[in-house]
């Protein structure tokens, strides 16, 4: 299993932006596909996480209300919509793959390249 994370960019405070994290490979409906950040000089932080099966969804509370995580089964996808982004929101953004939900990095077993996301204020 590859995960290719794509859709970043510059913005500007309050904009929108939707990352997609597309996987090649079969995935498994117990799988779990979480979103992590990392800024620069900080540790990779979770965002969020959907099971690939039922579509249960999980948020950190500094994303709670703003981001939605959603996932396409048919074009084996998941999506990261970022709603009223701050320049704290600031980082790069990673998709992963575990089997079980968690909210540590070491919980989850592949990765993908991450793509960078720059808000401006």
């Known amino acids: 299993v590859q995960l290719q994370a794509s859709g970043g960019g510059l913005v500007q405070a309050g904009d929108s932006l939707r990352l997609s994290c597309e996987i090649s490979?079969?995935?498994?409906?117990?799988?779990?596909m979480a979103w992590f950040r990392q800024a620069p000089g900080k540790e990779r932080e979770f965002v969020t996480a959907?099971?690939?099966?039922?579509?249960?969804?999980y948020y950190a509370d500094p994303v709670k209300g703003r981001f939605t995580i959603s996932r396409d089964k048919s074009k084996n996808t998941v999506y990261l919509q970022m709603n009223s982004l701050k320049a704290e929101d600031t980082a790069v953004y990673y998709c992963?793959?575990?089997?079980?939900?968690?909210?540590?990095?070491?919980?989850?077993?592949?990765w993908g390249q991450g793509t960078q996301v720059t808000v401006s204020s």
């Open positions: 490979g079969r995935t498994f409906s117990s799988s779990v």
């Open positions: 959907i099971r690939w099966g039922v579509g249960s969804t």
């Open positions: 992963a793959e575990g089997h079980r939900y968690g909210s540590t990095w070491n919980e989850y077993d592949r």
